[in-house]
């Protein structure tokens, strides 16, 4: 699963943060709103795949999964659409193209996630692993709002955990990219690892939005937000999937 994008840190002249209270409001309402829409349209989009698209998310699933490089392929050109979505978003010109980013990035994140929805069912069968979802979009919201809500409440700034991040996420792509070499499996463990890492982006990036986008860059915030739930999510899954077994 390729990793949600860090915000750039860098001083932006007129960033949320240099804005009056009403202005900051505004714009948290929009990227919020707009993240609202974003997870809407996935879970729509994923479940509409499975449910009218069988076939072919199948034979998907089965290539994708086929062999080692073929989930490497599947993960690169994953993660070059995910690269486009975000620059589409941060568009200075055009609100089109914002909103045609972050489309790109939902529609891309319900593609990828078909290949373990199929695997859950081939392990679990169709009702259980309509439990397992359920309970791993639950678990998944619970963090992010209760992450959420620690920034807003404290008002603590978190952007001293981007090193940290950047670090810790190119260790666990390391990791990844040995488990396709040498064929080993990720387990529960790296699992619970990697929940922790997003849960550390949810920090971080609650606090960027709060502090460092532009005004009209709500979907891009947005955006950064949806791609970091994604990857919780499909980290929450695999985990119940592991316990279950």
Request: hydrophobic share 60%; aromatic share 12%.
């Amino acid at each position: 699963m390729a990793f949600a994008a860090m915000a750039d840190r860098r001083p932006i002249p007129g960033a949320v943060a240099t804005l009056g209270v009403s202005q900051r409001v505004s714009f948290l309402r929009r990227t919020y709103a707009h993240l609202g829409v974003a997870l809407l349209a996935f879970a729509a989009i994923t479940a509409g795949m499975m449910r009218f698209m069988p076939e072919t998310s199948l034979k998907f699933a089965e290539w994708a999964l086929k062999g080692r490089w073929n989930w490497a392929l599947v993960l690169i050109a994953f993660m070059i659409v995910g690269y486009v979505a975000e620059r589409m978003a941060r568009s200075n010109t055009s609100r089109t193209v914002q909103y045609g980013g972050l489309g790109l990035a939902v529609v891309a994140e319900a593609i990828l996630l078909q290949p373990l929805l199929w695997v859950a069912i081939y392990r679990f069968g169709p009702a259980e692993s309509d439990k397992l979802i359920l309970n791993a979009a639950l678990i998944t919201m619970t963090i992010f709002v209760g992450l959420t809500a620690t920034v807003f409440l404290t008002k603590k700034d978190f952007s001293f955990l981007r090193g940290i991040l950047t670090v810790m996420s190119f260790a666990a792509l390391g990791v990844i990219l040995a488990s396709m070499i040498f064929g080993f499996a990720l387990g529960a463990i790296f699992c619970g690892a990697m929940i922790a890492l997003m849960a550390g982006y949810i920090l971080y990036q609650t606090s960027s939005v709060m502090k460092d986008f532009p005004p009209t860059h709500h979907v891009a915030a947005a955006l950064m937000l949806f791609a970091t739930i994604a990857t919780l999510f499909w980290y929450v899954l695999q985990l119940l999937m592991s316990l279950r077994e």
